[in-house]
Every structure is written in C-alpha cells, then in structure tokens.
C-alpha cells in the first residue's frame, strides 16, 4: 500500500529543528515540504527589500537541511496547494501558523477549503510562546500594559511548549515540482552586496549565535544592551522573524545553558524581552490595523507636517546630528538597527520632525532584515506616545544626551559617520559648536563634508509640545 503523504507548508519557520508541523508531517508518512512566495492581499505588508534578501537566503539554507528537498512556487497559495494535492495524491497538510492579520484571514479560508475536500489539515503554534487569544485578563479583554501582561497573563500561564529536537530521517516523498529559488527574483544585486557583508541567514547560523551570545554576551545583557558600540544584543531578531529559530529553544537554552554564564538578573531581562515580543503580538492580534492606526485615537487629532526634504535628510543619515545619522546609516548598511538608536531616531522623526510615524515605519519595514509587522508598528507607536503602555507625548529623547550617555567614547559614531572620526568627544557629539580650527584640523567643512543640524533641537520640541497640547486639549 502507499504511504500517506503530506504537504508540510513552510512559511515563517525556515527550521527544521523545533517544528511542530514538520514533526507532525514526519509521523504521518512521506512529506512534501513546500514554501509559497504568495504577497496576493498583502498590500503595505509587502516584503521590503532587505527582508526579501534575507528570505532567498534563509530558503537556500532550508533546502539544505532538507537535503535539497523543498520545492518552491510563487502565486496564490490556495491553487498552489490544491495543484500539488492533485498531482500527488496528499492527504495532509501541516503548517505553523503566522499571525499577520492579512495571513489569519487567507489561512482561514484555506484551511476551510481543504478541511470541506476532505484533507486532514492540522496547524500549530511554533512562533509565539504563547497564543495570543489565551492571554487575556481575568475578564477576558485585552491587556494594554506590559508588566501585568506577562507577569499574570503569560508567567502564570501554561509554561511555553517544549523543545522539539530535530528530526533524525525524514522520509521525502520523491518528485519534481515548483520552481527554483532563485527564481523568485528575491535578490536585488545590491542589496547582496551590502548585506552578505554582515549576515549569515540560516537555522544554523541562528543556533551558533544564540549559543555564543549565551556564552559571551548573556553576562552583561541588562546593562549592555542599551550601548551600541559594545555590541552584547543577540541580533536574533532577523533569524526568530523567518523562524529560523524558535522563541522557545531561545526561552529553554537561555534558562538551561545561561546560569553557567550569567546572573539571574541578565536572565530575566534577556527573557522579559521576549516577551516584549509577544506583547507586539498580542497587541496586534487584538487591533488588527495597528500598523495603520493610532492605537491612542487623541493622536488622530495631530496635523502632521509632511516635509519630504527632512524626511530624506533622516532617511540618508544627513540631519546633522551625528548619532542620528549614524544609527541610519547602519540600518542602511546591514539592514539592523540598535534597540536604543530605534527608539532615538524614531523620537527625533516624529518629535522633532513632526512626520507621522508611518514614514519611519514604511522606511524601517523596506530596510530592516527583522522588518516585522507586530514589532514594528507596536514599537514605532510606542515611541510616538499612541502605543500602548508607551513613552508619554511629552518624553522627547535629546539625541546629544542620548549620544554621550550611551555611546560616550563616540564609536559608535566614529564606525558609521567616519567623517567626523578625527574629531575629539569634546566635539564629535555637536560638531556645529566646534571652533573652526578645531574643524580645520579634523578637515571638516559643515555644509559640505558634513551637513550643519537640519533644525533646531530645543525649538522643535518646544513646538512640537505645544502642537501635542493644542492638539489633545478638548479631548
Ligand atoms: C521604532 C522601532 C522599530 C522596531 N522594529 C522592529 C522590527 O521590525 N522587528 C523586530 O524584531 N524588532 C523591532 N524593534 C524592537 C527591537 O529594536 C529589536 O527587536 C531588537 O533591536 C533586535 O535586536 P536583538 O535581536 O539583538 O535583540 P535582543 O536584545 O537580543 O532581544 C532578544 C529578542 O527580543 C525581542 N525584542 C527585544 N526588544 C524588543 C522590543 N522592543 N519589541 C519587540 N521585541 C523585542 C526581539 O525578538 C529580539 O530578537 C523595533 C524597535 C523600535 C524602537
């Protein structure tokens, strides 16, 4: 008699350790693992161009693992199923679910269609640590603030599923179909030019930086990680968007191999970042058009000013404040960002600017290879003040301070606006207050080798204050 055969449908989970759908389509008989380049209802969540890379490449690594056995398509994910049900008798289709609202309504259908044809269907949760709908309040609405979120809502939960190992021998089943990745045309030229620089996509490479990260870096999380120089972050975040890694073996191995190498306290903080993770879940999947809307509704009341020359003065890394331009022009060129220079230059775009937040959105989703719709509209209304349990309208980060509070030696800066390196940090942080023998000296010219501020800090945040007011006041 024939095996059974099922489709086992990656999408978000570019693993094949700690998969629950591989692992549920492995004891099922032959798999057919699949992956569907489908974009039909995406709309502004089209991949950007950074992330586009990074999928050629994390696709490339999966083949591998699979022993060059995933077949690729591109188009409507429905037919596609359908057509590969057809061609080769599958009864099963197994998938991890995604959490993007324009995904829960196609998989819905999707999942309807084939459950009315007769195929077993059987989706699993292998992205969050927990499912948002069962992290409610005792009352059963949504949380909106942090704390109690994941310390009642998810620590007093059922504890995260356990780690799946990976899988011994898979059984494929033999055949031809789809089409080739590089066929996808996911590559722009470049893009790999500038990021294959910085990155390795990649179950593997996912697992080796988690465990260096454990070994090296875990020890001086808390602290550490609000420095952008010293570098001590896992970088996970573009590997746990594509699933290369799951949030669980990162949740188990930070507990099980982090107390030979750090404290408590680092442990808690690396974790409790996670779950900043599944709160941008949660968020989301309780308001739908967050990434398009203000949680906070007083914030509709704003007239935002649309000035495209600053915008692209903030988007080149050429405002004029150094670390600003530095932090752009690292996101620029790997496709990363630090967390605390997120949080500077999306202050500065929407308090000292005053553009709408979905322009820093919009530019961060194109270029970040963790661009992820959850944590980047979650984050990007935190820091504008409409988010949930965000940073209050009237908290405006100086970047000056900012600058030689966290990046106090200026390396930062120095790595990424080598312009000014020569300067001293007397100077590097404003170069527009250095005496001109001072800028002679580091042969700078302001306004040609690098550009004199875009505007005036302290006056744009007094306006800006003042339009937040005037704005919020008979609301
Ligand atoms: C304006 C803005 C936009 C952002 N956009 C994104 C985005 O598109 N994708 C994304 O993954 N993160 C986003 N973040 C959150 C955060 O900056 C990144 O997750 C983090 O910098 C990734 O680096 P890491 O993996 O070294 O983090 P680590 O410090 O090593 O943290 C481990 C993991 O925890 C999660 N995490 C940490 N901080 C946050 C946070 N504030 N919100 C949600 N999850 C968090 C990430 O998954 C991260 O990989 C954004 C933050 C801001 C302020």
Redesign the pocket.
Known sequence: MDKQKSIVWFRKDLRVSDNPALAGAIKAGEVIPIYIFDEYGADYCKMGSHARWWLAKSLEALSESLEGGLHVFQGHSLEIIENIIKKTGATSVFWNRCYEPWIIKRDTKIKKTLLDQGINVQSFNAYLLWEPHEIVKTDGTAYKVFTPFFKNGCLKAQAPREIISKPKNINFCKMKLGISIVDLQLIDKKVDQRLSKYWQPGEKEAMKRLKY?IKHDLSD?KEG?NFPAKDV?????????FGEIS?NQ?WYLVQDLGYDYASRENIQT?LT??G??E??YNVLFFNYDMPRKNLNKKFDKITWKYDKKLLQFWTQGQTGYPIIDAAMRELYHTG????RM??V??SFLVKNLMIH?HA??DW??DL?V???????????Q??AGCGYDATPYFRIFNPILQAKKFDSRAEYIRQWVPELAKLSVKYIFEPYNAPDHILTEAGIVLGKTYPKPMIDLAISSKCALELFKQSFKHS
Request: hydrophobic share 50%; net charge neutral; charged share 15%.
């Open positions: 990260f999380y990680r972050t896992s970088k996970l975040s573009p590997y746990l968007h949030p990162m690396f970042e996670l900043w993770r709160f941008a990363f960002m630090h967390n997120r949080m230059v999306a937040w820093g959105e961060f989703w970040l963790d661009a992820d719709l959850a944590s980047n509209s979650f984050n990007w935190w820091v």
